[in-house]
């Protein structure tokens, strides 16, 4: 194949074969690889690899695989926190403190979140930019549904709620709220902007999600003369009809962000970025990513196993509610890495950047993963339905309200980001001093008779 000049091609190694790139590979969604702000989010907190001592390695098997480790596991800033995975193993099967294998558990799914989102834009390297944004789409909080899954099948419905909706919470209020903060801290002489239209869509997706958690628990007020059971099912029928119709408005958003309003997100990646990434190029090959990133999945899932597993006994041995544990704590940790780049780029005033972080993060859970959650119960014939009490709904109608208002003019002072993290802080609070009896249908009783209901 022809080129214009050796320095305008862009090579890659895949399986021992140097692949050049072609040229609708290199100019896809804002970078060759689907660089979305997720990817752009976590790269924050990479560093490079000095190959120099792997390249002396005789033998090229065990020099690929040094690579290997050396570009995957010490290519985060947060490589020492590896360290508390096999310890958390130990722990489990040594039968130390469950509260010690939870916290431990927590630690080692902060870098592992953060590899997973690496690995995913390597192999987009490899497969382009519309593969690559479906890829971050259902890789993008692999974290939150595994350790729902794994909480569905040990029956623990309540857990799975509130983590979901501690993940929206964070996203929105305490990421966002952070981000707009700092952002304008660092650049209070400036008028920090940001583009309205990706905010919108999201917003209105979130709206959607709202309505479809806002009905079920109506539902339950309007049935006052019919008995609890069926009550129950029908809340639980709306329920599934609901997110049968989320799935098909978050396929939607897909087809309007990798295809039809591309140019959209391109101009975000093409603005923000600058020239910091021009030479991003795949450092693994397409097997030996795929391989790394079964590998950090299912190390994922036993993790989450050990959280969910001994949650419970954490909350016992720390005093904290469940509820807290899960609406403030896994979240925060499960995402510290992508978070933490959120900031960092508001601090350089690419808020388009942090937008699409906590916004594009929200919309994935709200209408992805807790939509699947409750397709996956169906399945596993677990009685899960969006109908997730007063005092959690109420808490994302808020947090949704609050944000929509927040973003409508398309600029930013560290006023609003303070408003947002001072509403964070009094939720978080409101589930600190709560201690809901975890076999309590729904979390909060709201009355499953009419007399129940007549006394609310």
């Given at each position: 194949?022809?080129?214009?000049?050796?320095?305008?091609?862009?090579?890659?190694?895949?399986?021992?074969?140097?692949?050049?790139?072609?040229?609708?590979?290199?100019?896809?969604?804002?970078?060759?690889?689907?660089?979305?702000?997720?990817?752009?989010?976590?790269?924050?907190?990479?560093?490079?690899?000095?190959?120099?001592?792997?390249?002396?390695?005789?033998?090229?098997?065990?020099?690929?695989?040094?690579?290997?480790?050396?570009?995957?596991?010490?290519?985060?800033?947060?490589?020492?926190?590896?360290?508390?995975?096999?310890?958390?193993?130990?722990?489990?099967?040594?039968?130390?403190?469950?509260?010690?294998?939870?916290?431990?558990?927590?630690?080692?799914?902060?870098?592992?979140?953060?590899?997973?989102?690496?690995?995913?834009?390597?192999?987009?390297?490899?497969?382009?930019?519309?593969?690559?944004?479906?890829?971050?789409?259902?890789?993008?909080?692999?974290?939150?549904?595994?350790?729902?899954?794994?909480?569905?099948?040990?029956?623990?419905?309540?857990?799975?709620?509130?983590?979901?909706?501690?993940?929206?919470?964070?996203?929105?209020?305490?990421?966002?709220?952070?981000?707009?903060?700092?952002?304008?801290?660092?650049?209070?002489?400036?008028?920090?902007?940001?583009?309205?239209?990706?905010?919108?869509?999201?917003?209105?997706?979130?709206?959607?999600?709202?309505?479809?958690?806002?009905?079920?628990?109506?539902?339950?007020?309007?049935?006052?003369?019919?008995?609890?059971?069926?009550?129950?099912?029908a809340t639980l029928n709306l329920s599934r009809v609901s997110c049968i119709v989320m799935l098909l408005a978050y396929f939607g958003y897909l087809v309007f962000q990798l295809w039809t309003h591309r140019q959209l997100f391109?101009?975000?990646?093409?603005?923000?970025?600058?020239?910091?990434?021009?030479?991003?190029?795949?450092?693994?090959?397409?097997?030996?990513?795929?391989?790394?990133?079964?590998?950090?999945?299912?190390?994922?899932?036993?993790?989450?196993?050990?959280?969910?597993?001994?949650?419970?006994?954490?909350?016992?041995?720390?005093?904290?509610?469940?509820?807290?544990?899960?609406?403030?704590?896994?979240?925060?940790?499960?995402?510290?890495?992508?978070?933490?780049?959120?900031?960092?780029?508001?601090?350089?005033?690419?808020?388009?950047?942090?937008?699409?972080?906590?916004?594009?993060?929200?919309?994935?859970?709200?209408?992805?993963?807790?939509?699947?959650?409750?397709?996956?119960?169906?399945?596993?014939?677990?009685?899960?339905?969006?109908?997730?009490?007063?005092?959690?709904?109420?808490?994302?109608?808020?947090?949704?309200?609050?944000?929509?208002?927040?973003?409508?003019?398309?600029?930013?002072?560290?006023?609003?980001?303070?408003?947002?993290?001072?509403?964070?802080?009094?939720?978080?609070?409101?589930?600190?001093?709560?201690?809901?009896?975890?076999?309590?249908?729904?979390g909060v009783n709201l009355g499953s008779s009419s007399e129940g209901i007549m006394r609310v």
């Amino acid at each position: 194949m022809a080129s214009s000049s050796p320095a305008a091609e862009t090579w890659l190694l895949e399986n021992g074969h140097i692949k050049p790139l072609s040229k609708e590979m290199r100019h896809g969604h804002g970078r060759s690889h689907g660089r979305t702000a997720h990817n752009v989010s976590s790269s924050s907190l990479r560093k490079k690899s000095d190959l120099t001592l792997v390249r002396k390695v005789p033998c090229a098997i065990v020099r690929d695989v040094l690579a290997n480790v050396q570009e995957v596991i010490l290519g985060t800033k947060l490589f020492v926190l590896f360290i508390a995975i096999p310890i958390a193993i130990v722990a489990h099967y040594k039968n130390f403190g469950r509260s010690w294998v939870f916290g431990l558990s927590l630690l080692g799914l902060t870098p592992l979140a953060e590899r997973v989102s690496f690995l995913t834009e390597q192999i987009a390297f490899f497969t382009g930019p519309t593969v690559g944004g479906l890829l971050n789409a259902t890789c993008g909080n692999a974290t939150e549904l595994i350790i729902a899954i794994f909480a569905l099948i040990q029956h623990k419905v309540d857990v799975v709620k509130y983590s979901l909706l501690g993940s929206i919470l964070s996203n929105l209020l305490l990421v966002l709220g952070t981000s707009l903060f700092c952002g304008g801290i660092a650049n209070i002489s400036k008028e920090q902007k940001y583009d309205r239209k990706q905010a919108d869509v999201n917003s209105l997706l979130l709206l959607l999600g709202l309505l479809c958690h806002v009905l079920p628990l109506m539902f339950r007020y309007a049935g006052v003369g019919e008995s609890a059971a069926i009550t129950a099912q029908a809340t639980l029928n709306l329920s599934r009809v609901s997110c049968i119709v989320m799935l098909l408005a978050y396929f939607g958003y897909l087809v309007f962000q990798l295809w039809t309003h591309r140019q959209l997100f391109d101009a975000q990646a093409e603005d923000n970025e600058g020239d910091d990434n021009e030479d991003e190029e795949a450092v693994l090959g397409f097997w030996s990513a795929f391989a790394w990133l079964v590998g950090m999945t299912i190390l994922i899932a036993l993790l989450s196993e050990y959280v969910v597993g001994t949650i419970e006994a954490a909350s016992d041995s720390w005093g904290i509610s469940v509820s807290f544990i899960s609406v403030i704590l896994l979240p925060i940790v499960g995402n510290a890495a992508e978070h933490a780049g959120a900031i960092i780029f508001a601090f350089k005033n690419k808020l388009d950047i942090s937008l699409g972080v906590a916004l594009g993060s929200a919309t994935q859970i709200a209408m992805f993963v807790v939509p699947l959650c409750v397709i996956v119960s169906w399945i596993i014939g677990v009685r899960m339905d969006l109908d997730f009490s007063l005092l959690e709904t109420s808490s994302l109608a808020l947090a949704i309200i609050v944000t929509a208002f927040t973003l409508q003019d398309g600029t930013s002072h560290y006023i609003k980001g303070l408003v947002l993290l001072l509403c964070y802080i009094v939720i978080g609070a409101c589930f600190f001093v709560s201690n809901i009896p975890q076999n309590q249908p729904n979390g909060v009783n709201l009355g499953s008779s009419s007399e129940g209901i007549m006394r609310v």
